[in-house]
């Protein structure tokens, strides 16, 4: 989405930018068309553009709230494409309240989460996934979330979208052409030019998918829920794989009733790992619920991990796995516990104890193959869930558009697919874009940024 005029808005917009509290440095930014008359106003004038000049920030009765540096973009040379001003105070709370404060009386107003990224987006200087990518920096929870948001902010999968984009255009108007001028000799929608490129495009498609999913998981992270009978040892693997005890292990069953959450880091993928009731039926009212909130949760888990104690007899653990299969919500990795005391065999998934920890590594291994990642985590960029939905339906558009053309030959069908297959992928870089979207994503930025 292109603005008309170098700035979209007529407002001028204000935030601190720093995180809330106190620090050595303050800075509020200012962006707008009244950049001129406040800079005036606050230090007495306007600085030269990018150069940082030590002034007193002044109040409306002239005399200095605080001191400080500023720093004066010109429009379009600035990270919103307006003019911006950054006035670098001290950091606290109190003062730049007041600072903010006397640049309202000036005639800005506060800004909203994500407008001058907003801003930014819409005046060219980004497009959406690069916007996107600043907020999973700021908010990146590993150092591998960190690394490939960079990528993104560097424009790493803007790019891979706009190489398929020509791609799919070029077909596109190709097909088109073909329909309107039916009467050429040639057969161009009969020759496999077209079907090559299409293969192409759906070969693309999918590498781009695989890396967006792990983009996605490394800025969003996983849910994992552990389920299993009472005592098959849910609660100990949970502290093994975490390395704290946060949840209660005792021998007796019926130990954990409520749900207990803690943070694991997969190879840098932030998993959120779900504690869970054993399940059973009992009479007693607390466990009761806390087989209804066991299930209840992995209903909404990306993955469940099914513990099943392999020191108990070969039926008994069949029929505990599939009353496992039968209450669990999602995919399942199958985890056989206690093989310390089991001994060598046969058993149903990974072979584990949690109690000295062996199999540790190729339970980690099967977790990430489950979350779709083969091999490193180190992903080309960060994505999100909203990414790799676009990108399914426009896979999803070129197979069908795929098909329209090799089982009935329908060039219109075909044509009207790779338009819808554009469209999608459009939407990932925001040219194109519904307005309440943008407002969804920027309103989960911080304030400032
Ligand atoms: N030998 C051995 N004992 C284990 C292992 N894992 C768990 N245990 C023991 O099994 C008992 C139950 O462990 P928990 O981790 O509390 O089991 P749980 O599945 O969370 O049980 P509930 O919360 O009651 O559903 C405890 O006495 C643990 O020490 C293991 O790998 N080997
Ligand atoms: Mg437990």
Not at 185 to 204: A, F, H, N, P, T
Not at 260 to 279: E, H, K, M, S
Request: with cysteine.
């Amino acid at each position: 989405m292109s603005s008309d005029g170098p700035s979209y808005s007529q407002d001028t917009i204000a935030a601190v930018a720093t995180a809330p509290g106190r620090g050595g440095v303050g800075i509020v930014r200012v962006s707008g068309p009244g950049i001129s008359t406040i800079a005036r106003s606050v230090i007495g004038h306007l600085p030269k553009p990018r150069y940082a000049s030590l002034v007193r920030f002044l109040g409306d009765d002239g005399t200095a709230l605080d001191q400080g540096l500023a720093l004066y973009f010109k429009g379009p040379d600035s990270f919103t494409g307006e003019d911006v001003l950054e006035l670098q105070g001290h950091g606290g709370p109190v003062v730049l309240d007041m600072l903010l404060k006397r640049i309202v009386g000036l005639g800005a107003r506060i800004a909203e989460p994500g407008e001058f990224s907003k801003r930014a987006f819409l005046n060219d200087k980004l497009d959406l996934t690069q916007a996107e990518a600043i907020a999973d920096l700021i908010s990146s929870g590993t150092a591998q979330a960190a690394r490939s948001a960079m990528r993104s902010l560097e424009g790493r999968f803007s790019d891979l979208i706009a190489e398929l984009l020509a791609t799919v255009i070029e077909v596109r108007v190709f097909v088109e052409a073909a329909i309107d001028f039916p009467d050429e000799e040639v057969d161009y929608l009969g020759d496999d030019r077209v079907e090559k490129q299409l293969s192409d495009i759906r070969r693309r498609l999918k590498d781009v998918i695989s890396e967006a999913n792990l983009g996605a998981l490394l800025s969003e992270g996983a849910s994992v829920v552990l389920l299993g009978k009472p005592n098959a040892g849910k609660s100990s693997l949970m502290n093994r794989l975490t390395g704290r005890e946060t949840s209660i292990v005792t021998h007796i069953p019926g130990t954990t009733r409520d749900i207990v959450g803690d943070i694991f880091q997969l190879d840098g993928i932030p998993l959120r790992l779900i504690d869970t009731a054993g399940i059973r039926r009992t009479g007693d009212a607390i466990e009761t619920e806390g087989v209804r909130r066991a299930v209840a949760a992995s209903e909404q888990a990306d993955l469940v991990i099914a513990v099943v104690d392999a020191s108990l007899d070969k039926p008994q653990q069949k029929l505990d796995l599939e009353e496992l299969e039968a209450a669990s919500g999602a995919g399942m990795v199958i985890v056989s516990n206690k093989i310390d005391l089991a001994g060598a065999g046969a058993y149903e998934g990974i072979a584990v104890s949690a109690k000295t920890g062996e199999g540790m590594e190729a339970l980690k291994t099967n977790l990430k193959k489950h979350l779709g990642v083969d091999g490193s985590t180190e992903s080309g960029f960060t994505a999100r869930t909203r990414h790799v939905n676009a990108l399914e339906q426009a896979l999803a558009a070129v197979d069908k558009g795929h098909g329209e053309l090799t089982r009935n030959g329908a060039g219109e069908l075909l044509a009207e697919e790779l338009r819808f297959c554009q469209r999608h992928l459009e939407e990932i870089t925001g040219e194109f874009s519904a307005d309440d979207l943008l407002g969804e994503i920027f309103s989960t930025f911080c304030i400032g940024k």
